[in-house]
């Protein structure tokens, strides 16, 4: 080890750094898995038949699972979640209760994106009065969003932060089906290009990749510096000892 001088400040950094950085690497793969285990769920239940809200209200796993709706929407009670963007566009999705005529059931199903230009105007949508026929979908999200403010405000429509169906249906004071259910485009549907997942498997990797790459620069530096470090005491210890002679 007489050839390898890091010293003390450069082997703490490297001690706190390169573990973080090594798990954030392999987390970066985790998240990689996850997201394509995703997308071939969702590919395979995109080939299945749809459920009725009845059938989906039984499922232990519902997510992607197609349904099908007829039924009315509810046009006095509309919910409104804030800051989604498209295109670089900020606005506001879409979220009616709806009940199904054949179960009775009620549902809270997502109608799409609505832009939302002028926050001193309130977004235009509109609901249809009739009964209609519908196909959705079930999304069910990963975990809990972290929110500062879990506050709801009141009024309809009722602007919200994110959406937790329970505390949707407390809001309408009644029961309904524990899932948010996504229009796939049609006549009912503002804008609904749902994305499986914002970020997919090949740009988990290449962030895996960066990681496990400054890892390896860390990694490098250190030993170049104990090396360079061990070079520098052995020449000032050849120094002093010639001058002492």
Not at 129 to 135: D, E, I, R, T, V
Not at 165 to 188: F, H, M, Q, S, T
Request: aromatic share 10%.
């Amino acid at each position: 080890m007489r050839g390898f001088r890091p010293g003390l400040l450069p082997t703490l950094v490297m001690l706190a750094l390169l573990p973080v950085l090594v798990w954030l690497g392999f987390w970066q793969l985790e998240r990689g898995e996850q997201k394509r285990d995703m997308l071939e769920r969702q590919e395979a239940r995109a080939q299945l038949g749809p459920l009725s809200p009845a059938e989906l209200d039984g499922l232990t796993d519902p997510a992607y699972s197609r349904v099908h709706l007829q039924g009315r929407f509810d046009a006095e009670h509309s919910f409104l979640l804030d800051s989604r963007t498209r295109d670089g566009q900020v606005g506001v999705e879409l979220l009616q209760p709806f009940q199904d005529q054949a179960s009775g059931l009620w549902m809270i199903v997502n109608r799409g994106w609505i832009p939302w230009p002028d926050r001193r105007i309130p977004p235009e949508f509109d609901t249809p009065g009739q009964a209609l026929k519908l196909a959705a979908w079930a999304y069910v999200p990963s975990g809990k969003p972290f929110v500062l403010d879990r506050g709801m405000a009141e009024g309809w429509p009722r602007l919200i932060n994110y959406v937790d169906i329970a505390e949707l249906w407390e809001a309408l004071d009644r029961e309904g089906v524990a899932y948010e259910l996504r229009l796939e485009p049609g006549p009912a549907a503002y804008r609904a290009d749902w994305p499986v997942t914002s970020m997919s498997p090949a740009q988990h990797r290449g962030y895996a990749v960066q990681w496990f790459a400054l890892a390896a620069a860390l990694l490098a530096l250190f030993i170049y510096l104990g090396v360079h470090q061990a070079r520098e005491n052995r020449h000032a210890r050849h120094e002093s000892d010639r001058h002492s002679t």
